[in-house]
């Protein structure tokens, strides 16, 4: 049986959010940056549709600082960030310079780095990289 709507018009809350398109030079800066814009739009967001569970905020600015970071560490230039929301969480998409997919690496304690793409794909519901000829667009969908 369907029931209808809580609401009054027939979109969902979440389509009232307008999406996030914004693009960085590729500096150090731009990582804190990229996580500004991506709190900006969870606010924007959060107002229309609060997350079913407080982690997710959260998770979601980490997945976006771990492809920021690896954007500036491996992809020399610019890249940019997109954020959607969707009928159950938030798609992030970002663009950068490198035709090259991320690969785990083995984590080695002492060093730095090796664990940010085995969090990305750990907190994310779906991953997919899709290269192009000017570089690649990492997908990530994540729950709200």
């Known amino acids: ?66 492809l920021a970071a690896n954007a500036v560490q491996y992809a020399p230039g610019p890249f940019g960030l997109w954020m959607r929301p969707t009928f159950d969480g938030v798609h992030v998409t970002l663009h950068d310079t490198s035709t090259t997919p991320p690969s785990p690496r083995p984590f080695r304690p002492g060093r730095a780095g090796g664990i940010g793409w085995h969090l990305v794909n750990t907190l994310c519901d779906q991953v997919s990289v899709v290269v192009h000829p000017d570089g690649k667009d990492v997908h990530v969908f994540l729950p709200w």
Not at 15 to 42: I, M, N, P, Y
Request: charged letters at 30%; zero cysteines; glycine letters at 4%.
């Open 1 to 66: 049986m369907a029931t209808e709507p809580r609401w009054d018009n027939k979109t969902w809350p979440f389509e009232s959010v307008e999406s996030l398109k914004a693009g960085f030079k590729g500096e150090l800066h731009d990582v804190t940056d990229s996580r500004l814009a991506a709190e900006e739009f969870l606010r924007r967001l959060a107002r229309a549709s609060p997350p079913t569970s407080p982690e997710h905020w959260n998770d979601i600015l980490l997945v976006v600082d771990e």
